[in-house]
């Protein structure tokens, strides 16, 4: 158990919808960072948030935003889904940056 | 703009072998590498870290090294156990900078069969 909390599991949603994906890091980690892992593809970066502020943004897509919140979890939103979201979403925290990062579980996001 | 990189999409080696896992980098900023290593339906675990500072660190049966001039690093799994079958990913930061995010390779599919 690496500490890290993600919920859901399992997503299935219809194309156009809006879902939000949950994360708490582990106690003490002030850096939390989102990832997606498409069908045999590596990890995506998608942002990383440290102490409530936005510090790095990878290939995340106009569609998806995210924010950390004052108790430090945070929330990865996406609308208007489309067949091609369907992945796992990962979130990770780390104490600061560039250090080692615990993953959570992920999240399998199903579109239909 | 891949700045680490697998060349190896999979690996395949013989129970009480050595695996090696290679992987190299494009940005001289990096000064911290790891590796992960990933189950089906998991999230990617951390396995073991090297500073810039180093050239070598050892943990167990894992051993990282690292080749500064080359931007090559590798690592070693002895003796190799079915356990181990895995995909293993290398990341590397910049904890210099601001920034300091993980950069991660696309992964190697090691396969220790028995």
């Known amino acids: 158990d690496s500490g890290v909390t993600q919920t859901p599991k399992h997503l299935i949603t219809a194309t156009g919808q809006r879902v939000t994906l949950r994360c708490s890091p582990r106690?003490?980690?002030?850096?939390v960072y989102w990832y997606q892992q498409s069908l045999d593809q590596g990890l995506q970066f998608l942002i990383q948030y440290y102490n409530g502020e936005e510090r790095a943004k990878g290939n995340i897509l106009e569609r998806f935003s995210a924010q950390q919140f004052p108790d430090l979890h945070s929330e990865l939103n996406l609308s208007s889904l489309e067949l091609g979201d369907s992945a796992l979403y990962f979130c990770?925290?780390?104490?600061?940056?560039?250090?080692?990062?615990?993953f959570g579980q992920g999240t399998r996001l199903t579109v239909v | 703009d891949q700045q680490v990189k697998q060349n190896s999409p999979s690996l395949s080696v013989q129970e009480g072998r050595i695996s090696i896992l290679n992987c190299d980098y494009t940005n001289s900023m990096f000064d911290y590498f790891l590796w992960y290593k990933k189950y089906p339906a998991e999230g990617p675990t951390f396995l073991i870290s090297?500073?810039?500072?180093?050239d070598k660190n050892e943990d167990g049966r894992f051993t990282v090294f690292l080749n500064k001039s080359a931007k090559h690093l590798s690592l070693h799994i002895v003796p190799s156990q079915p356990g181990d079958s895995a995909v293993y990913f290398c990341a590397a930061s910049a904890r210099s900078s601001t920034l300091g995010r993980l950069y991660f390779g696309r992964g190697t599919q090691l396969t220790v069969w028995p």
């Open positions: 106690s003490g980690d002030l850096s």
């Open positions: 090297i500073s810039s500072i180093k």
């Open positions: 990770a925290s780390s104490v600061g940056w560039g250090t080692e990062a615990f």
